[in-house]
């Protein structure tokens, strides 16, 4: 297997998911510091210098965090000095990898329901609805994905909570899956999790 890293987090939005067709299976890691009797207040993210030479791409993956962070009781800043910042990261691995490695790969009523199959990047591979056709020397990409964030009291600069979270699919999924994995990673705020890594199912945006 050939792995090649994405160069940007803009290629492409669309569906996918590990456990069904709309939801994201992750493994989880969580670590937490979180005080007991501190409630979440107000947040900011925080850029680490190499985050802020693509600011189009780090603004994808807050938009993809947002939800899962207010989610958990937190509430933006604004223009006000926040309670903690967030700094947040992401990693999408392509894998060559024949289709042939998966034995379910047909379907239970062969590739008659399936009239073509689409190629790296969107290139089709066009054959009559019963048969399929590989180009010579064509590959069949899978993605691994890890999203991670870390959340620091503002005022110390003290990490109060770690959460990642891996999942694989047939495509990278930026607009559905990164958002579902970013809630995995944040399921068990404020207390973390004394098993790691955990299975976390979470429902991917439709």
């Not at 990409?141 to 999203?147: A, F, G, M, N």
Request: net charge neutral.
């Amino acid at each position: 297997m050939i792995k090649t890293a994405l160069t940007t987090l803009a290629l492409v939005v669309t569906l996918t998911g590990c456990a069904s067709l709309h939801n994201v299976d992750a493994q989880v890691s969580s670590y937490s510091r979180w005080p007991a009797a501190r409630p979440p207040a107000t947040y900011s993210f925080e850029r680490l210098p190499s985050q802020q030479v693509h600011p189009q791409e780090q603004q994808m993956l807050e938009d993809a965090a947002r939800r899962a962070i207010e989610g958990a009781g937190f509430v933006t800043a604004g223009e006000a000095a926040p309670d903690v910042t967030v700094q947040l990261g992401a990693r999408i691995t392509e894998t060559d990898r024949s289709p042939f490695d998966d034995p379910f790969w047909y379907g239970p009523w062969g590739s008659f329901h399936r009239p073509f199959i689409y190629g790296r990047f969107g290139r089709p591979f066009w054959g009559p609805s019963w048969r399929y056709y590989p180009s010579a020397g064509a590959d069949w990409p899978y993605y691994e994905r890890e999203v991670a964030l870390l959340i620091r009291d503002k005022r110390t600069g003290e990490p109060l909570y770690e959460g990642r979270a891996t999942s694989e699919g047939s495509l990278p999924a930026i607009g559905t899956a990164l958002p579902a994995m970013f809630s995995a990673a944040i399921r068990d705020f404020p207390a973390g999790s004394t098993s790691n890594p955990h299975r976390v199912v979470i429902e991917a945006a439709k």
